[in-house]
Structures are given as structure tokens and as C-alpha cells.
């Protein structure tokens, strides 16, 4: 079996190996993860202030989100039809993150592979640091 079937919040990363501070939509397993693996199968709580958090359960079709930079735009977008998923901004990553849901983001466009939901953000406008997340509540 393919143990990245058996997580929805992991991917196989292919031919890469990222490490921890890249950023990726969905990260592959890190040796990181085996604690809470381990304390998740004893039917313990999550490792307090852990990031690595692995959703063990069946593996749902993971929706992509992409950033490109067009111009000076920042330029996120993800499947139209992903029905249910919220982008997400926060100002820091980790266990302080406040992430705040983006209302006031997208244009429905065509995509390569069908439509795309897009938000666009200008760096030069931009007061601090952002990071996204696409989340399904």
C-alpha cells in the first residue's frame, strides 16, 4: 500500500526531498511526524505546539493551490469546482498563526484545465509578510 494514501494532509513528494521550511501545499511525511504518529495510535493528544500534524484516514483528492508572480501581482489560484475550500492569510506560520479567511478575493477565470478561482495581491502594497492556505472547515 501507499502509505501516502493513508494521510489527507500529506504528499508523496516525488523525486524532491523539501525540507522543513519550504513551503509546499502539502508536505510529504518528515521523520518529524512519527511522534505524533506514535501518540495519535496510543490514543493521546496531539504533541502540544507541534506543526508537524499528520491527518491520519482516508487520503481525499488534494485540490491544488499554485502562486506565480504575473507583473508585480502576486497570482494564487485553485480549481473552480473545488467546492467547500477557504483561502486563508496569515501574517506568521506555526502554533501563533492567526489565519483570517479572504472574502474579498476572487474572480472566477479559465484556467489551462478549467476554470480557476484567483486572488491577486500586489507585493509593493503589501505592509508585512503573508502566507496562504487553501482549508476545507
Known amino acids: ?12 513528494p516525488g523525486d524532491t526531498r523539501p525540507t522543513y521550511s519550504e513551503v509546499s501545499v502539502l508536505p ?6 512519527s511522534a505524533n504518529l506514535a501518540v495519535t495510535l496510543l490514543g493521546l493528544p496531539a504533541i502540544p505546539g507541534s506543526s508537524l500534524i499528520p491527518s491520519a484516514g482516508s487520503a481525499q483528492a488534494s485540490v491544488v493551490l499554485s502562486v ?17 475550500y477557504e483561502l486563508e492569510t496569515a501574517t506568521v506560520m506555526g502554533p501563533l498563526a492567526d489565519w483570517q479567511i479572504i472574502t474579498e478575493f476572487t474572480t472566477v477565470e479559465p484556467g489551462p484545465e478549467g476554470d480557476v478561482r484567483v486572488f491577486r495581491v500586489t507585493p ?3 505592509a508585512s509578510v503573508r502566507f496562504f492556505r487553501l482549508v476545507k472547515p
Open 1 to 12: 500500500m501507499d502509505t501516502y494514501s493513508l494521510f489527507s494532509n500529506r504528499a508523496d
Open 124 to 126: 509593493a502594497l503589501e
Open 28 to 33: 510529504p511525511l518528515f521523520n518529524g511526524d
Open 68 to 84: 506565480s508572480m504575473v507583473g508585480d501581482q502576486l497570482v494564487i489560484q485553485w480549481p473552480a469546482d473545488a467546492d467547500g
